[in-house]
């Protein structure tokens, strides 16, 4: 941010009276525009033990698999987010959408959100922000070869999970809240 | 948004190439200042049943009792910035945090987080954002003077869970996800 958007003045950062930021304030017009971390919802779509990838066809990470999920946008809730990423990226619905992790990335000033659900059936195929879109079963997951840290860890924990919920027969997923540090992401 | 803020050119308001929705662009230095939700994160925090609250010395709802929760920063974790919040407006240290609400307020482009702790201590005060922090017994919240509708709805969900839990002892509360929409608010 070099000029205050709402006066086209230069830009100066400074911590302003009563806080204790640096933030970027116009010194003309005395607009303070303060940053804030961004949500990136999505969803764990799976099909009889199966967990639904899209390989990545846009930077960053092309190529490599993801689950469906994108910047939350102003006037959406979380879980319609989560459901317009999931039909963007794999033309795919998914149902009773529940809260699985909520992942704080700091160095990054994100939240990752993602939901698991049920695919409401198997008519997905690519959108245009993937190459491939297919179903996993755990063994054939590409783990060396995953997009990013938050989609990794939301795996890993999911086939823990259903394992524990089989032998339980409780049917019902934990929600996880962590965070990644640079350190977790420099160490995949 | 009126100028550009990396070349103090006029915005326009148009649909990007490969996009769908109307963003803020500069187009004569081709950026897109893409806008999303903010998080407010905050705590629940409770000490023998009875729940901490903070009566607001600033607008927003001057005078109105509020949980303590305010704009996650970036650099910060969601439970750094429920917890940096409590400090702030109450002087409080909160521990065992388990997230308890998120609800999505998209009117106002805003999800609220709340995380449930105890009270490490009793050493609470007013923090520069408070008139006044007390602690509240179930029958004595002031629901006709909560500060939002986010908090009214953690509180009426907490109680009623707290009254389940005690019944099947079983000491953990859910995580709830749900939306505000504008017809909420105005019914409160």
Chains 1, 2 share one sequence.
């Not at 999505?42 to 930077?59: D, N, Q």
């Not at 860890?153 to 086939?159: E, P």
Request: proline share 5%; aromatic share 8%; with cysteine.
């Amino acid at each position: 941010m070099k000029f205050c958007s709402e006066c086209a003045q230069p830009i100066s950062q400074i911590i302003p009276e009563g806080d204790n930021r640096v933030r970027y304030v116009c010194l003309s017009c005395d607009t303070i525009h303060y940053q804030n971390p961004r949500i990136v919802a999505g969803t764990l779509p799976t099909h009889e033990g199966r967990v639904l990838l899209c390989k990545r066809a846009i930077e960053p990470r092309k190529g490599y698999w993801t689950l469906p999920a994108g910047f939350m946008e102003n006037g959406e809730t979380t879980e319609q987010g989560a459901l317009r990423e999931t039909v963007e990226e794999a033309n795919a619905r998914v149902i009773g959408l529940q809260l699985y992790t909520m992942i704080a990335v700091p160095h990054i000033n994100q939240v990752h959100i993602f939901f698991h659900g049920e695919l409401a059936d198997l008519d997905f195929s690519c959108g245009i922000e993937s190459l491939e879109v297919k179903l996993f079963e755990e063994s054939d997951i590409p783990w060396k070869n995953l997009a990013f840290p938050t989609v990794s860890s939301t795996l890993r924990r999911y086939f823990v999970d259903r394992e524990t919920d089989i032998n339980n027969s409780k049917n019902i997923l934990p929600t996880h809240v962590f965070d990644i540090s640079i350190q977790d992401k420099l160490k995949l």
